[in-house]
Structure formats: structure tokens, C-alpha cells
């Protein structure tokens, strides 16, 4: 076979596709393969076909622009993939293998092509390119890059995504003059090189995080993973590895930590603004709070002074480091006036330190300022940390605030119950004083000739009298309730006398109205029990009272049982103690259905109960108290229009054999002569009064001298000797205290016995009397009783050693704000300013003799003049002292003898003086100097109209 048939016959036959086109691309000649490849089934049928048949129109644009290329001599050494579409419209990849046929002259001719299916590396190679786009894809959304570093020749080759993460291209990831280490954080270099020191020198795998500079200069935080390959020689020559980025990871984990610490903090903030007492204290805590926190190096707070901003320190040793080393101190002081300034939390220009307010009632009270080291992150969660801290801050600074407000308003209350104690001692003494004379001249009157119906009145008159004074002593309870000073004695004392000596006037009064009132003790109640006999009298009168003024007609009845206390056997009298319970039931008009608060001051079942039957509203909130005290209870049961049933118990203790007492009962006391006949002295400055108790003494059996104040009654004692002192507290020149410390000096009068008269009744007046030396106490108004009590067990010592005094009466002193209505007098208008029933009861203090009342009245005409003027010039000079002192002395000097209208004019200039100020005096001033010119008139019109009435 020739050389042309043979190669007819490869062609032909070959498995490859040969086409054979003109240099326009026109077919020239196929084998039968690549007529099957163009999908015809000869190649005859190929005949009119172009290569430009076989592409896209993206293949024939870049197959023309080939051609031109080709003419000029220039061939695909290589093969070239190609898109070819059949006759069919069939796409297929082919590798396209170009050769050039040239003519006999060697002129190019035609061109051979031969076409290879490529279908299947192409599929292949399109799964790899999409594995390759998926991993990178996948790499991208993990944020992971892989590398490899060629040792030897120092390259470096990033994928795709580390690329993009990294922002350096392979070649320029590491120059020449670095290491790895070079883009590493400085403040991880140490600690990085320590984990790839296996890796560099035995190819150990190894996994560290670092942080890794990008080409913009910032770090990312990376977990690095990588091995090493070795060569023959079995250094390392290749490392291969993972570089995760995990910087959002990092920072969660930080921003966590960081939150987990400041809410340790917040909780510390809060636990100690919970128990500081002050802002300045939280604040001074703050510095050591704050410091636990890793970013912080220093704080601290600044108060406002005056306007300006000031440093707290928290100690000695903190000022002194200021001192050594001010600039920082100076830094947080410019910072914190720029706070001021601004009004709201603040940065300084490096970012570091921030400053922020403290607010009360909106405005600025205080700063903190904090600096950390740098570098400083995550500012804005910091400044929530620190609004949150100002919260806690500005809730100290409030309580503190409120805890001021508190303590200036107990103090101020404590003022205003010291002023209350103060006015109830004054007014007690005021009360008391004239009230003294009502009973006791009562009492002296008594002591006269008087027909029946006379003395029914004056027993009447008495009998008032010591009403009014339970009802000053029931407001000085109510007093003591609120102040907490509400005290029992515990003496021994017969339990049905007591009672009994309640109930029998209280009968009495019942029987008046029809009203039928019994009493009935249980056997079994001992005869004598340890308590406080006068509260529990105080007690039964209360509920006896209601029950006797609410029921006009049925009956009243008492029950008085009880039972043994713990220890206790039936039949004993009284065990460790005996549980007195009493019932007071009535057939009265009951307490209406709803009615609360009965046990409350000044509550009343009734509306109209005062304006009917009258009373205070206080006996029951009294008993109250007095049966809790006792370890009792009190309360009731009522049906209206049916009647009501009180009772309350007491706890009473068993006696301890002293001598019993009794509560002394309403009805008037007499004055009559007990003992042998002894010399008393009389210490007085109230003219009236120094007459009753004198009158008193003498009605008693005794001598009686009197002296008008301290200075007075020292003279007294230096020249006469006396068995006993009747010595009042408040007197001028030398008051009661003053005396009786001067008489305690002298040896021969230490143990006379001292008495004080006071018409001040309130707490502390028994122990201040007895500490200045005095032996012994009673209250004005002067009781007969008492008197006679008191007086009588001294003068009956003969000179025994002085003994502990037992406890005064107790009473109270409220104000009265009723003035006393004035008689119309006809005839006499000189007398219309003044209580005529006062005066005539002074007129009649000593039967037969008007001596008494003569030198009283010529005494106030005298003096009232002088008095005025020292007003005046009190008033003149501002003299509050001077003020109170002579207008309480006026008051005194012009009720006592009835001239009301000139006793309430110079009262309110005592008001006035008790304020603290003698602003607005003068007008109260010509108001008394004419109510005093009336009274002075009209008393010497009375002593003129008046003639000494002969004994009956």
C-alpha cells in the first residue's frame, strides 16, 4: 500500500474526529468520526458546513478574530477548550488539537483540526470548581483560611477567603525582613512563639490563639492550627495549616467576662449603697469597689463645696498621694467641673476617663470620675454600667437626704415635746395656783360657821373643784401616754376599800337620777394586793362615770372577781399574784352598732355626748393604757337603747406586808387638829396662795410663820427654829431649789423637814425637788388630805433621821381657754372687770377679819405700777427673759385677786415672751396698762364697798 493510501486509510479509520477546512473555515473534508461527532451520519453530508457552524456566538466571535490571527502565521500550540453544538443543537466540550497544512511552495493551505470529547473531564473539573466555590463559600461563612509556608523559600500561599480576611495578597502576606511573629500582637509574640516552637523545629501539630495584623493595621483574633512536613533530611520544610477567625467570639467572650464582672461590680455597688449611711461614705467606697475591675485604674469622687468642685479623700494616706503626685488629681478635677458643666456623664479627649453626676432633686451634688489603662473598649457598654451606678448613687444620696429630713423632724418633734412638757409645766402651775385657792378657801369655809344650805353649797363648791382637778390630771395622763412616761407604783392596798371609796360618790350621784347602783366583790378576792391603787381607781371611776352619765334610769352593776395567777392555789388569797377582773354593766343608752376607735383620745360613742354630758373623750384611751401596763386587758359589749358592759382585768401582785393604802375618794377633805401643836413656815411669793396654805397650817393646830420668797425664809431659819418647811419651787430672788440647797449647808437645819408646793405636776418635778434636798412633795392645789398626810408624817418623827420620801400625787396641768363670765353689777361699773365671787371668797378666807384680802389688794396697788414699768422696759431693751419673768408675775398677782381682763392682757404678753421675741409687745402693752388702771380702780372700789362681816 502507498504512502498517501496509507495515510488515507489512518484518517479514516482514527477514533479521533479530523476535520480539514479552509482558512474561511469552510469543511473541506471529515472522517467518518467527525461526521458522527456533528451528528450526520456521512461526511458527504458535511459538505457546506463552516467551523462558525459549530459555536456559540461567543465561540464565533473569538474564532474569527482567530483566523486573522492564523494568516498571519501564527497556530494554537496548544490544544484549546472549546464549546461545540452539533447538527442537532447538542453541546459538547471538546479539547480542539489546531495544525497547519501547507502547500507544495509551503504557503499555508487549509487547517487540520482534531477534536477530543472532553464531556467528562469537563463534568469532572465543573464538580471540582463547584467543591472548590463550596469549601471557599463554606471557609467565607466560618471565617477560615488555610495557608501553606514554604520554609525554605520563605513563600507563602493564602486561600482565597484568608486572602479577603487578611487583606494580603501571597506574595506580600510576609516580606523578606519578618517572621510570622512580625504581624503577631506585641502582646502575644511570647506566647505565640512558645506554641510554634514544636511546629518550626519537629513539625508537631499545635493550636494557639493569637492576634494577627491585617493590611489595614488592625488585629483579628485567630485560632491558628497547623503540622509541619518534613524532608529527607528531616527538617521541616513545609507548614501547613488553618487560621480561624474567631475576633466576634473573643469579643462576646469578653464583652460576657466584662459583664459578668460589672454585674459583680453593679452588685457590689449595690449591696454597699444599700448600707451606707451617706453619699460621702458609697463614695469613698467607690475608689476600692471600682478597683476590683481589671480596666480601672483609678476613681474617685468630688463633691460640690460652695459652688465649686471638691475632692473627697478617703484618707490621710490618699491626700498625701495627691500631694506626691498631683497631675492625676488635677486631670479627674478638670474633668469633673467639665461634668459640672455639661450637666451629664462625660469623656475626656483620650477616651479613658470618663466622669459622670450625681443628682439630688436635679441638681448636681456630686462626681465620680473613673480612668482606666489603655487601651479602653467597649465605651457605650461602660456608660451603661455607669448610669446604672448612678442610679444606686443618687438612691443613697435620697435616703441620705430622707434620713436628714427624718432626723431633723424627730428633733423637732422632740423640741416640740420638750416645749409641751415645758407649756404643761407652766400651765399646770397656772391651773393649779388659782385652783389651789378655790379648794383650799373652800375648805377653810368649811372650817366656819355655815347654816345647812351654806354648807351644802360649799361642799358642792369642793366637790367641783376636785372634779376639775381630775380632769386636769386625766389630760396630764394623756400627756404622759404620749410620751411614754406613764408609770405604776406598786404599793399594798386594800382592794374592796378602794373600790368601795369609788363607788360610793358615784352611787350617790346615781340615786340622784333614779338609777339604782350596786356592788358585789367575789369572796374569793384577797383582801390586799400589791398595785397601783390610784390607776386602778382612776380605772373604775372611768368606766363607773360613763356608765352613771349614760343611764337615766334601770341600774348599774359592779362585779368584782379574778382569779390566781401562775403559782397560785385555789384558795389562796393571792399565790404569786391575783388577776383582778371587774365589770361595770349598765341598762343605759349602748354604744351605737359601727362605732370604732372607742379606746382612742377624744373618740365618743355620741356625737352630741359632750355637748350633754361633757368629758374629754380621754378616760377610756387613759384606762386603756393603765390596764396594758398592768398586764390586763379592757373592752366592751354593747346594745344600743339596751345598755353596755365594760370590763378589763389587771394583773396585781401578792402583798409584801406594808402598810395598806387606799386611794383618797372625791368627797372635800376636813382640816381638823392632829398631834401635838408645832411651828411651821410658810414659803410663798403668791399672796394668796402663802394665805391658804398658811390659813391651812393654822386650821391644822399649828404656829405659822410665812416668808414671801427664798432670801426671806433663810433670814426666817437663821433666827427661829421650826419644826417643818412648807416651801414653794417657783418664787423670785431664790427660788425653792436655791433654798433648800443654802438650808442643807447649815448643820443644824440638815434635818429639817423641807416640803415643796409646786403646781407643777409633770414628770421630773419629783426628783428635781428631792435631788436639791427637799424631803418630800405635794401638788397645788393643796389637798387637805394630803396636807395633812404629809405634814403630819413628819412633824410626828421627833427629830428621827430623814428618811427617802414616798411618791407624790401625780396630776396634770392642761390649759383652760374658757374665760370665767363676769357678774353684771348695776350701779357699780367700776366693777365690771373684775370676778366678784373671787374676791368674796378672799374677803371670807378668815371669818370675821377681812386682813387677808386688805393687804392683798393694797400689795397689787403698790406693786402693779413697778410691774408695768419693768414690762415696759423689757419691751424697751428686747429682754425676753425679763419679759416672761414680770408679765408671769403680773398674770399671777391680777388673777388671783380677779382682775381677769388685766390677768389676760399680761398672759399674752407671756405668750409672747415663750416664742422668743418681744416683737409686737407695745400694742400688748397699752392694753394692759389699761385693763390694769380698770382693775386697780375697781379693787378700790370693792375694798370701799365691802364691811367685816361678824362670825355667825
Same mark, same amino acid.
Request: glycine content about 10%.
Given at each position: 500500500?502507498?504512502t498517501?493510501a496509507?495515510h488515507?486509510?489512518? !484518517? ?14 469552510l469543511? $473541506? ?7 458522527r461527532? /456533528?451528528?450526520v451520519s ?14 456559540d456566538d ?5 474564532y ?13 500550540t496548544?490544544p484549546?477548550?472549546?464549546l461545540f453544538?452539533?447538527r ?6 471538546? @479539547?480542539?488539537?489546531?495544525s ?6 509551503g504557503?499555508?493551505?487549509?487547517l487540520l483540526y482534531? #477534536?477530543?470529547?472532553? *464531556?467528562?473531564h ?8 463547584l ?6 463559600e463554606?471557609?467565607?461563612i466560618?471565617r477560615?483560611?488555610? #495557608?501553606?509556608w ?8 493564602l486561600?482565597?477567603v484568608?486572602t479577603?480576611?487578611v ?5 506580600h502576606? @510576609?516580606?523578606?525582613?519578618?517572621? /510570622? ?29 493569637t492576634r ?8 483579628l483574633?485567630?485560632?491558628?492550627r497547623a503540622?509541619?512536613r518534613t ?16 475576633s ?22 449595690a449591696s ?11 463614695l469613698?467606697?467607690?475608689r476600692? @469597689? ?12 468630688f463633691?460640690?463645696v460652695?459652688?465649686d ?6 484618707d490621710?494616706?490618699?491626700r ?17 467641673r467639665?461634668v ?12 479613658l ?10 441638681? $448636681?451634688?456630686a ?12 465605651h457605650?457598654m461602660?456608660e ?5 451606678a448612678?442610679?444606686?448613687l443618687?438612691?443613697v ?8 429630713e427624718?432626723a ?12 409641751k412638757?415645758?407649756?404643761l ?6 391651773i ?13 369655809l ?17 366637790l ?13 395622763d394623756f400627756?404622759?401616754?404620749e410620751?411614754?412616761q406613764?408609770?405604776l ?13 369609788? !363607788?360610793?360618790?358615784l352611787?350617790?350621784?346615781?340615786s340622784?337620777k333614779?338609777?339604782?347602783?350596786e356592788i ?12 397601783d ?12 362615770s360613763?356608765?352613771?352619765? #349614760? ?15 401562775a ?5 389562796d ?13 349598765d341598762t ?5 352598732a ?7 383620745p377624744?373618740q ?8 350633754t ?7 377610756l384611751?387613759?384606762?386603756?393604757e ?8 379592757i ?20 402583798p409584801?406586808?406594808?402598810?395598806? $393604802? ?6 372635800p ?10 411651828r ?6 403668791n399672796p ?10 393654822r386650821?391644822?393646830g399649828h ?9 426671806s ?5 437663821a ?5 417643818a ?11 425653792g431649789?436655791a433654798?433648800?440647797r443654802?438650808?442643807?449647808?447649815e ?13 407643777t405636776?409633770?414628770d ?9 434636798g ?13 396636807l395633812?398626810r404629809?405634814l403630819g ?7 428621827a ?32 372687770h373684775? *370676778? ?6 378672799l ?16 400689795n397689787?396697788?403698790d ?30 398677782s ?10 389676760r392682757?399680761?398672759?399674752r404678753?407671756?405668750?409672747l ?16 396698762? *389699761? ?12 375694798r370701799a ?8
Open positions: 500500500m502507498d498517501d496509507l488515507r486509510a489512518i !484518517v479514516e479509520t482514527s477514533p479521533d474526529a479530523i476535520w480539514v477546512t479552509d482558512l474561511d473555515g469543511s $473541506v473534508h471529515a472522517n467518518p468520526t467527525m461526521a461527532f /456533528f451528528g456521512s461526511p458527504a453530508e458535511m459538505q457546506g458546513v463552516t467551523m462558525f457552524d459549530t459555536l461567543l465561540g464565533r466571535e473569538q474569527a478574530a482567530h483566523l486573522e490571527v492564523v494568516r498571519q502565521g501564527r497556530f494554537n496548544e484549546v477548550e472549546c453544538i452539533t442537532q443543537g447538542r453541546r459538547r466540550w471538546v @479539547l480542539l488539537q489546531e497547519p497544512l501547507l502547500d507544495e511552495q504557503e499555508l493551505r487549509q482534531r #477534536f477530543i470529547s472532553f *464531556d467528562e469537563r463534568r469532572v473539573l465543573d464538580e471540582l470548581e467543591s472548590r466555590s463550596e469549601l471557599a463554606a471557609q467565607r466560618a477560615v483560611g488555610s #495557608f501553606r514554604d520554609l525554605a523559600s520563605g513563600a507563602v500561599r486561600s482565597e484568608l479577603e480576611m487583606g494580603f495578597e501571597s506574595e502576606f @510576609l516580606d523578606p525582613a519578618q517572621d /510570622f511573629l512580625g504581624l503577631v500582637h506585641p502582646d502575644d509574640r511570647r506566647r505565640s512563639a512558645e506554641a510554634i516552637a514544636p511546629l518550626v523545629t519537629r513539625g508537631e501539630l499545635c493550636e494557639f490563639l494577627v495584623r491585617t493590611s489595614e493595621g488592625t488585629y483574633a485567630m485560632r491558628m503540622v509541619g524532608d529527607e533530611s528531616g527538617r521541616v520544610a513545609v507548614i501547613k495549616g488553618t487560621a480561624h477567625d474567631v466576634g467570639q473573643v469579643a462576646t467572650e469578653e464583652a460576657l467576662q466584662d459583664q459578668v464582672t460589672q454585674n459583680t461590680l453593679m452588685q457590689l455597688v454597699a449603697a444599700n448600707e451606707a449611711d451617706t453619699l460621702d461614705a458609697i469613698k467606697q467607690g476600692d @469597689l471600682v478597683l476590683l475591675h481589671d480596666d480601672w485604674c483609678r476613681t474617685r469622687g463633691r460640690l460652695d459652688g468642685v471638691a475632692p473627697l479623700y478617703v490621710e494616706a490618699d498625701a498621694a495627691d500631694l506626691a503626685n498631683p497631675a492625676p488629681g488635677l486631670a479627674d478635677l478638670a474633668l469633673a467639665r459640672v458643666e455639661h450637666g451629664d456623664l462625660i469623656w475626656d479627649d483620650d477616651r476617663s470618663i466622669g459622670y453626676p450625681i443628682r439630688l432633686d436635679g441638681e $448636681v451634688i462626681i465620680v470620675v473613673m480612668t482606666s489603662n489603655p487601651p479602653l473598649y467597649r457605650q461602660i451603661e454600667f455607669v448610669r446604672q448612678t442610679a444606686q443618687e438612691q444620696a435620697l435616703r441620705e437626704k430622707t434620713t436628714r427624718l431633723e423632724a424627730r428633733d423637732a418633734a422632740m423640741t416640740a415635746s420638750r416645749q412638757s415645758d407649756f409645766a407652766m400651765v399646770s402651775h397656772e393649779r395656783t388659782p385652783l389651789n385657792g378655790v379648794i383650799g378657801l373652800n375648805e377653810l368649811l372650817q366656819t360657821r355655815l347654816d345647812e344650805e351654806q354648807r351644802k353649797l360649799a361642799t358642792g363648791a369642793g367641783s373643784g376636785r372634779l376639775l382637778l381630775e380632769l386636769i390630771n386625766d389630760l396630764l400627756s404622759k401616754i410620751a411614754g406613764l408609770r407604783e406598786q404599793l399594798d392596798f386594800d382592794v374592796r376599800g378602794v373600790v368601795e371609796q369609788v !363607788v360610793r360618790p352611787a350617790e350621784t346615781a340622784g333614779g338609777v339604782v347602783l358585789e366583790v367575789a369572796e374569793e378576792v384577797p383582801e390586799v394586793l400589791r398595785g391603787p390610784t390607776r386602778l381607781s382612776q380605772v373604775v371611776v372611768n368606766l363607773l360613763n356608765a352613771v352619765k #349614760f343611764t337615766d334610769d334601770g341600774r348599774i352593776d359592779v362585779e368584782v372577781g379574778g382569779h390566781c395567777l403559782g397560785g392555789r385555789e384558795g388569797e393571792a399565790g404569786d399574784g391575783w388577776m383582778l377582773e371587774l365589770v361595770v354593766r343605759g343608752i349602748g354604744i351605737p359601727g362605732v370604732t376607735g372607742l379606746f382612742e377624744f365618743q360613742a355620741h356625737t352630741s355626748t359632750t355637748r354630758h361633757g368629758g374629754t373623750g380621754l378616760g384611751a387613759i384606762s386603756k393603765i390596764v396594758s401596763l398592768a398586764g390586763g386587758e373592752g366592751y359589749t354593747s346594745t344600743p337603747g339596751k345598755g353596755s358592759e365594760f370590763r378589763f382585768t389587771m394583773a396585781l401582785g401578792a409584801h406586808g406594808h402598810q395598806v $393604802v387606799g386611794r383618797p375618794h372625791l368627797e377633805s376636813r382640816l381638823r387638829p392632829v398631834g401635838p401643836r408645832r411651821v413656815l410658810v414659803v410663798d411669793d394668796v396662795n402663802r394665805m391658804v396654805a398658811e390659813g391651812m397650817v386650821a391644822l404656829e405659822v410663820d410665812v416668808a414671801d420668797d427664798g432670801v425664809a433663810l433670814v426666817s431659819l433666827q427661829v427654829e421650826y419644826d418647811v412648807l416651801l414653794d419651787v417657783q418664787m423670785p430672788r431664790l427660788d431649789y433654798t433648800v443654802a438650808v442643807r449647808t448643820e443644824s437645819l440638815a434635818e429639817l423637814p423641807v416640803i415643796a408646793m409646786t403646781a405636776a409633770i421630773g418635778e419629783r426628783e428635781r425637788c428631792l435631788a436639791a427637799m424631803d418630800d412633795f405635794i401638788t397645788k392645789p393643796i389637798d387637805p388630805g394630803d395633812t404629809t408624817r413628819w412633824l410626828e418623827r421627833d427629830g433621821a430623814r428618811a427617802q420620801a414616798p411618791g407624790p400625787m401625780e396630776g396634770s396641768a392642761p390649759a383652760i381657754d374658757e374665760e370665767p363670765e363676769l357678774p353684771e353689777l348695776p350701779g357699780l361699773p367700776e366693777l365690771q373684775l *370676778d366678784i365671787d373671787r374676791l368674796d371668797t374677803r371670807d378666807l378668815v371669818p370675821g377679819s377681812t386682813a387677808y384680802l386688805d393687804r392683798a389688794i393694797a397689787f396697788l406693786n402693779s405700777a413697778a410691774l408695768l414699768g419693768s414690762v415696759e422696759q423689757a419691751l424697751r431693751h428686747g429682754d425676753v427673759d425679763e419679759l416672761l419673768f414680770h408679765a408671769h408675775t403680773l398674770k399671777g391680777a388673777a388671783n385677786l380677779g382682775a381677769v381682763a388685766a390677768a392682757a399680761a398672759g404678753l407671756e405668750v415672751a415663750t416664742t422668743g421675741t418681744t416683737e409686737g409687745g407695745s400694742s400688748m402693752l397699752a392694753d394692759l396698762a *389699761d385693763e390694769l388702771d380698770r382693775a386697780c380702780t375697781g379693787l378700790e372700789a370693792y364697798s365691802y364691811d367685816v362681816a361678824e362670825p355667825a
